[in-house]
């Protein structure tokens, strides 16, 4: 079982930047593809952006790109998500999680809490 706990959230305004980190424990994180994902109040969740195994392979959604960058330190069991050119609109909780990828699909049998992010215009 792994344990994600995020931390690095807060208030910040229209285009500043934050560093979220998220800390693995529990086992290596090592093997697993690593998430962002947020959920607005009254929406759903969505991922944000995603990691494989070892850095080379990221993935944004359209709405980040170019102002959010995911990575990673394995050696640190720790994932952090960059994010600059903050909007109002990046308002949400971001949570972290951990999964793989089958044949079909990602599955994310891990998830943190949660750190609020909230950008005021």
């Known amino acids: 079982q792994v344990q994600l706990v995020e931390s690095g959230g807060g208030l910040v305004q229209a285009g500043g930047s934050l560093r979220l980190s998220c800390a693995a424990s529990g086992r290596t994180i090592s093997s697993l593809v690593m998430g962002w994902f947020r959920q607005a109040p009254g929406k759903e969740r969505d991922l944000v952006a995603r990691i494989n195994w070892n850095g080379e392979t990221t993935y944004y959604t359209e709405s980040v790109k170019g102002r959010f960058t995911i990575s990673r330190d394995n050696a640190k069991n720790t994932v952090y998500l960059q994010m600059n050119s903050l909007k109002p609109e990046d308002t949400a909780v971001y949570v972290c999680?951990?999964?793989?990828?089958?044949?079909?699909?990602?599955?994310?049998?891990?998830w943190g809490q949660g750190t609020q992010v909230t950008v005021s215009s």
């Open positions: 999680a951990a999964g793989i990828w089958t044949t079909r699909n990602y599955q994310w049998p891990h």
